[in-house]
């Protein structure tokens, strides 16, 4: 059994003392659930944390186009609805890409 897996079981109040109490082959198969389990719980935070760097970018760009977007209003006004197309389809991008992730 690996270190998280230790972890992991500590901190579900099951000791691995109590493994030590089931034959070799239960035990293997215990261990190897285990180590299933904490791996999968890794994973999944790992996609999350990914997945909110990609918004935290995704919001930093729409936010930094919208300046733009707005200081080109002011510069050339006739551009306004041509700007916020596509400001408004790389947040719409964005967020289905985000969705999707």
Same mark, same amino acid.
């Given at each position: 059994?690996?270190?998280?897996? #230790?972890?992991?079981?500590?901190?579900?109040?099951?000791?691995?003392?109590?493994?030590?109490?089931?034959?070799?082959?239960?035990?293997?198969?215990?261990?190897?659930?285990?180590?299933?389990?904490?791996?999968?719980?890794?994973?999944?935070?790992?996609?999350?944390?990914?997945?909110?760097?990609?918004?935290? #970018?995704?919001?930093?760009?729409?936010?930094?186009?919208?300046?733009?977007?707005?200081?080109?209003? #002011?510069?050339?006004?006739?551009?306004?609805?041509?700007?916020?197309?596509?400001?408004?389809?790389?947040?719409?991008?964005?967020?289905?890409?985000?969705?999707?992730?």
């Amino acid at each position: 059994m690996n270190e998280n897996s #230790t972890l992991a079981i500590q901190g579900n109040s099951v000791g691995p003392q109590s493994l030590e109490f089931m034959s070799r082959h239960i035990r293997k198969q215990a261990e190897q659930q285990i180590d299933r389990v904490v791996a999968n719980g890794l994973a999944a935070n790992a996609r999350e944390q990914v997945r909110a760097l990609l918004a935290q #970018t995704a919001l930093q760009n729409v936010g930094a186009l919208s300046a733009i977007e707005a200081h080109l209003i #002011t510069v050339a006004p006739l551009g306004s609805p041509r700007y916020q197309s596509i400001v408004d389809a790389y947040a719409i991008g964005a967020a289905q890409m985000i969705m999707r992730w």
